[in-house]
């Protein structure tokens, strides 16, 4: 599987982007689909998963409330709605794929919350919130 997002840019506190995340291959509805960020200085952290079928969703405390991350798999394609943004929300953004699901417990432990487990990545894309 190869992944490719995209959809990053500038924008102001509070406001909102959609980054989406493309990828090849005829089996993109087997993968259990994240996003995770990276902040200059910082370690890789989880923001967000969901299930190969959609019906289950998981989130950062962090992002809970604000972010919502969604599928098309008729377009092979994973979406972050990212709502009231803030200056700490400013990183690069990756999507990543995993042959199969995860509990949400899962994104608490060192492995969930840094992406260890994952299967494939793709490259960021920046998301830069001016304050």
């Known amino acids: 599987v190869q992944l490719q997002a995209s959809g990053g840019g500038l924008v102001q506190a509070g406001g909102s982007m959609r980054i989406s995340c493309v990828a090849s291959?005829?089996?993109?509805?087997?993968?259990?689909m994240h996003w995770f960020r990276q902040a200059p200085g910082k370690e890789r952290e989880f923001v967000a998963a969901i299930s190969w079928g959609g019906e289950n969703t998981y989130y950062a405390d962090s992002v809970k409330g604000r972010f919502t991350i969604s599928r098309d798999n008729a377009k092979n394609t994973v979406y972050l709605q990212m709502n009231s943004l803030k200056p700490e929300d400013m990183a690069v953004y990756y999507c990543a794929a995993t042959f199969g699901d995860y509990s949400g417990s899962y994104y608490y432990t060192r492995e969930g919350m840094h992406g260890y487990g994952m299967d494939y990545w793709g490259k960021g894309t920046q998301v830069t919130v001016s304050s």
């Open positions: 291959g005829r089996t993109f509805s087997r993968y259990g």
